[in-house]
């Protein structure tokens, strides 16, 4: 196991030690009643049916979001094929119908940048593959898969016809990462745009960077050495760079000029992303440790950083409000607020950092489902395999939902009552095994508060990987319940 995997796990099993009884406790008094405390006609009265016919799918949730300029979407699990193409559509209808213009992933800047540029036109890359062949790590399947791509195809179709004038009233639309994982990628372009415009200014960023960049390619091998002297390395020097980055630029409030410059072609604020990665991802990486909870804080409070940097520097070159659809999980996309990861290890998420700064302008939608299969590893860095879900547990908010309607729904959760109802909820990231001890992957949270709208598929399937890393293949009976249902016999 690599530095690395070892965080990870023993990060993952600290908190699964500590909450063992209580959940077994939990699991108990489901069992026990589980109709007490679940007001059924106070969420079914609030849910609304999906329409099969795609046409109309949506356009209960295009009402209900109304002028929101942000709107974040989530996924309970890192690998579901429905989430991922109801994510899709919904955003496709955004960008066409109420002038959205940002896509920002849960990705590393990096290489989505080389799928940005496919879809505006400016990469020499023939097809959406091509272009997602930049991820390059694992977990190669959360965004190297064939949702993806078709979504990817479809931006650069929506492009194509903007810029010919074939909707003289919509904007193009751009895709952004905003994670903070690859910071040897993100030092690299930074010191490339300053090399083209300014040498002794890249000589600069290099001898900042230095005592980082001794611990490459393995950002966690310099985590580990910066907890082990209780110090950072290099971190207020590489703060420097990203002071001298945001100072050396255009003018703040430049915008896109006559001869049609466009809002996201912007390389200076580029390289102050990647800067930010760079500062970010190495308090990041010391963090985890350090203190390990901590180090979420600091990746979501990076994701929100970016996010603002990316509105704002959209909406200064380019003289409009600018609107954003984010895509990430559920654990980051929900209000911290409303759950244990505030009450008991006192963190925040990028979703309480956006309803903090914009308020109702922001709307968060979550999804979940109750069985089916999905994508996932066996181990941290282990490659994807097509595995069984298991049914939720009962009295959880899979298990719950399922009760209101077999058929996909959407509940309006800012009218469900009663809003404070506290219970348990299922959140997979790139690890499950059917197999695995499930207390692993619930956490206590006020549902009905985490989200403004919930999307919930009863079953769900396996999201398929554009590279076979193993044998992948879906359960030879995925249209029946896993054997292990129901839950206890």
Not at 54 to 74: F, K, M, N, P, T
Request: aromatic share 8%; glycine share 6%; with cysteine.
């Amino acid at each position: 196991m690599s530095v690395g995997q070892s965080a990870e796990h023993h990060g993952c099993e600290r908190k699964s030690i500590q909450r063992d009884e209580e959940l077994e406790r939990f699991q108990h008094e489901r069992r026990r009643d589980q109709s007490q405390e679940v007001d059924m006609s106070g969420i079914r009265s609030h849910a609304f049916a999906l329409s099969e016919k795609s046409e109309g799918r949506y356009d209960e949730l295009l009402h209900q979001i109304g002028d929101a300029e942000i709107v974040l979407i989530g996924e309970s699990t890192h690998g579901t094929r429905e989430m991922a193409e109801e994510r899709c559509k919904i955003t496709e209808r955004l960008i066409e119908e109420k002038g959205f213009s940002l896509v920002v992933l849960e990705a590393d800047l990096v290489d989505m940048d080389r799928v940005d540029r496919y879809v505006r036109g400016a990469s020499r890359d023939d097809s959406a593959a091509a272009a997602l062949s930049g991820f390059k790590q694992y977990p190669l399947w959360m965004w190297r898969n064939t949702v993806m791509e078709e979504f990817v195809e479809w931006a650069r179709r929506h492009n194509e016809t903007i810029f010919s004038g074939g909707k003289p009233s919509g904007h193009e639309v751009s895709l952004h990462g905003f994670d903070l994982h690859h910071l040897y990628q993100s030092m690299e372009c930074v010191i490339e745009y300053l090399q083209k415009k300014d040498p002794k200014a890249a000589e600069r960023a290099k001898q900042r960077y230095a005592a980082i960049a001794q611990f490459a390619p393995d950002p966690h091998e310099y985590g580990f050495a910066a907890a082990a002297r209780a110090q950072p390395i290099g971190e207020p020097d590489v703060t420097c760079e990203l002071t001298e980055l945001r100072q050396m630029g255009p003018a703040a409030a430049s915008r896109a000029d006559a001869r049609g410059a466009r809002c996201q072609d912007d390389e200076h604020h580029f390289a102050i992303l990647n800067g930010l990665a760079v500062r970010n991802g190495a308090a990041y990486y010391r963090k985890v440790y350090e203190a390990y909870e901590a180090a979420w804080s600091v990746r979501d409070r990076h994701m929100f950083e970016t996010l603002v940097e990316l509105k704002e520097n959209c909406e200064r070159r380019c003289g409009r409000p600018c609107k954003v659809v984010v895509w990430a999980h559920n654990c980051h996309v929900s209000d911290a607020r409303a759950t244990e990861i505030a009450w008991d290890w006192h963190q925040i998420n990028l979703g309480q950092l956006v309803k903090e700064k914009y308020g109702d302008k922001a709307l968060i939608i979550g999804f979940s489902t109750h069985y089916g299969s999905l994508t996932a590893a066996p181990d941290w860095g282990a490659p994807g395999q097509c595995v069984r879900l298991k049914p939720s547990v009962p009295g959880t908010l899979g298990s719950v939902l399922n009760q209101v309607s077999p058929a996909p729904f959407l509940l309006d959760c800012t009218r469900v009552e009663p809003r404070e109802l506290c219970i348990w909820k299922r959140s997979i990231g790139l690890v499950y095994r059917e197999d695995g001890d499930e207390r692993e992957n619930y956490y206590r949270a006020n549902v009905f508060q985490m989200f403004d709208k919930i999307i919930f598929i009863p079953k769900t399937s396996a999201v398929e990987p554009l590279d076979k890393e193993s044998v992948w293949k879906r359960p030879e009976k995925e249209d029946e319940m896993p054997m292990t249902y129901p839950p206890g016999i």
